[in-house]
């Protein structure tokens, strides 16, 4: 399956159901970020790194515990073109 399938997959479930929760956590108190959350920000990102440089199959870190913004980074480095590396 290509990334271009995925991407799509994730907007057409982001589209149908923008209004749900995608992710529930706990930072002091209990906090959600709605579908439609998640991909404005995960675009937001991406345009943000095409905007500094980075190109497609640059490969781009991400250094940070188990949370929300895990996930929305390597989406928006996968939107980018570029290649997430997870570093534990």
């Known amino acids: 399956m ?4 995925i991407h799509r997959i994730f907007f057409d479930t982001a589209d149908k159901y923008k209004d749900k929760v995608v992710f529930n956590y706990f930072n002091q108190t209990w906090k959600e ?13 991406a345009c943000y790194l095409l905007e500094k ?9 991400i250094i940070s515990e188990n949370r929300p913004e895990w996930c929305t980074a390597y989406l928006a480095i996968s939107l980018s073109g570029a290649i997430a590396v997870p570093i534990d």
């Open 53 to 61: 440089g980075v190109k497609k199959e640059d490969k781009v870190a």
């Open 2 to 5: 290509s990334t271009y399938v």
């Open 33 to 45: 970020i709605t579908y439609k959350q998640f991909s404005q920000i995960s675009m937001s990102i």
